[in-house]
C-alpha cells in the first residue's frame, strides 16, 4: 500500500504571511462561475514568465485520492485592464499586483467584494523574487481560502435541500447532526453503522457512510488502524452485486493522511480509492474520524463515489462538504465549519 502522511496545522496562520482579511460592502448582485473555477487577474506577460508559472503551479496540484489527474482549480486569465463587467462577479478571484510602491509581500483577502457570496484573494509584492517566494509559501494558505468558500457554498446548497428523514434516522441511531443531501433517497441502517445513496441507478453515484465504535486505544487515530477499522466494517456491511463480493480499499494505489482541527478539535482525513471485490466498480472516497467526548466513541463519516469515464473532482469536493457538516453532543448550536 502506497501511504502518504500529510501532518499540517491545521489552518496556517495568515498572519504569518502578513495578510489581511477585509470585507467590504456586498454588491446586489450574486458571484458567477461553476465550482473550483478561479480567475487569475494578471498580464499575459507576467503570467507566461516565472512569477505566473509559480501562481499556476501551486492553483494546478493534483488533487489527491483520485484515480486520474485533475487539477485543484480549473484556471482563467484576465489581463488587468479587462477585468470589468462581467468578470468581476466571477465567484473566485485572485488579483496579483507586483509593483515598487509595496515594501513586502502580502496577501488580501475579500469576501463579497463585487458580488455576494464571492471570494476575492489580492497578492501584492515589491518585485518578481519576492513574489515567488511569496507565493510558494503561501501555497496552504491560497488553497484554504478558496477551499472554506466553495465547501461553505455547498453546505449552504445541501441545507437548502436537504433529507430531513434520513438526517433524523442518523440522530436516532448515533445522536448526532448531519446534513444529508436530498439526492440520497435509499439506506441502509444497523448497529452503529448508516449508508445512504443515490441509488445504484445513478449515473454519477453519490453514497454516505457512517459508523462509530468505543474509544478504547489512544494509537485509534493513525492511518494503519483507520484504514484496517474502515476495511472490516465496509465489508461487513457493503456487499456487492456478485455473492461474496465486498467493499474494499485498493490497496496499491496511494491513501493520504491529514491530522485537521474541526470546531477546536482533532479530525484525522483519510483519501483514497476504494473497489468491490470480485466485480468492477471502483471510485475515491473521503473519511473524517472524530471523537465523540461525551460519549467516548471514535466517529468516522465518509463519502464515496462512482462516476466511471468522468472526472470526479467536483463531485467528491461537493460531497465531502456533509462531512464538516455533522455534531456531536455538545456542539449543536455551533455552526458548521467548512474545514480545519
Not at 509581500?105 to 469576501?111: A, E, I, Q, R, T
Not at 441509488?199 to 457512517?210: C, L
Not at 467536483?314 to 458548521?336: H, T, W
Amino acid at each position: 500500500m502506497k501511504v502518504r502522511n500529510i501532518c499540517l496545522l491545521a489552518v496556517l496562520p495568515l498572519m504569518l504571511f502578513a495578510c489581511k482579511k477585509e470585507i467590504r460592502n456586498p454588491m446586489s448582485v450574486g458571484s458567477v462561475g461553476a465550482p473550483w473555477e478561479v480567475l487569475v487577474v494578471m498580464d499575459k506577460k507576467a503570467w507566461d514568465a516565472p512569477e505566473g508559472r509559480a501562481l499556476h503551479d501551486i492553483l494546478d496540484m493534483d488533487v489527491p485520492g483520485l484515480p486520474q489527474f485533475e487539477p485543484m482549480f480549473s484556471v482563467s486569465r484576465c489581463d488587468v485592464a479587462e477585468f470589468k463587467g462581467i468578470l468581476k462577479p466571477v465567484r473566485n478571484i485572485i488579483q496579483v499586483e507586483i509593483s515598487n510602491k509595496y515594501s513586502v509581500p502580502k496577501l488580501h483577502y475579500y469576501k463579497d467584494q463585487w458580488a455576494t457570496n464571492q471570494t476575492v484573494v489580492k497578492i501584492v509584492a515589491p518585485d518578481n523574487e519576492q513574489f515567488i517566494e511569496f507565493v510558494n509559501a503561501s501555497a496552504n494558505a491560497i488553497y484554504d481560502i478558496f477551499y472554506r468558500a466553495e465547501t461553505d457554498r455547498s453546505l449552504t446548497f445541501i441545507r437548502k435541500s436537504r433529507n430531513k428523514e434520513f438526517a433524523k434516522i442518523v440522530y436516532n441511531t448515533f445522536g448526532m447532526e448531519i446534513l444529508v443531501p436530498e439526492t440520497m433517497r435509499s439506506y441502509k441502517v444497523s448497529d452503529n453503522f448508516f449508508w445512504a445513496s443515490n441509488g445504484i441507478q445513478a449515473r454519477k453515484r453519490q453514497d454516505m457512510v457512517i459508523y462509530s465504535y468505543p474509544y478504547t486505544d489512544p494509537n485509534t487515530f493513525t492511518l494503519e488502524y483507520l484504514c484496517q477499522k474502515r476495511d472490516s466494517v465496509m465489508k461487513a456491511n457493503i456487499p456487492g452485486g456478485p455473492k461474496g463480493s465486498y467493499m474494499a480499499r485498493q490497496e496499491q494505489y496511494e491513501t493520504t493522511f491529514r491530522a485537521l482541527s474541526v470546531r477546536g478539535k482533532y479530525a484525522a482525513e483519510i483519501r483514497g480509492l476504494w473497489e468491490v471485490r470480485g466485480d468492477v466498480m471502483g471510485g475515491p472516497y473521503v473519511s473524517l474520524t472524530r471523537l465523540d467526548e461525551v460519549n467516548q466513541r471514535v466517529v468516522t463519516v465518509e463519502i464515496f463515489v462512482y462516476a466511471p469515464n468522468e472526472d470526479k473532482r467536483n463531485l467528491v469536493r461537493f460531497n465531502e462538504a456533509i462531512l464538516y457538516s455533522a455534531k456531536f453532543p455538545g456542539e449543536f448550536d455551533v455552526p458548521e465549519e467548512s474545514e480545519q
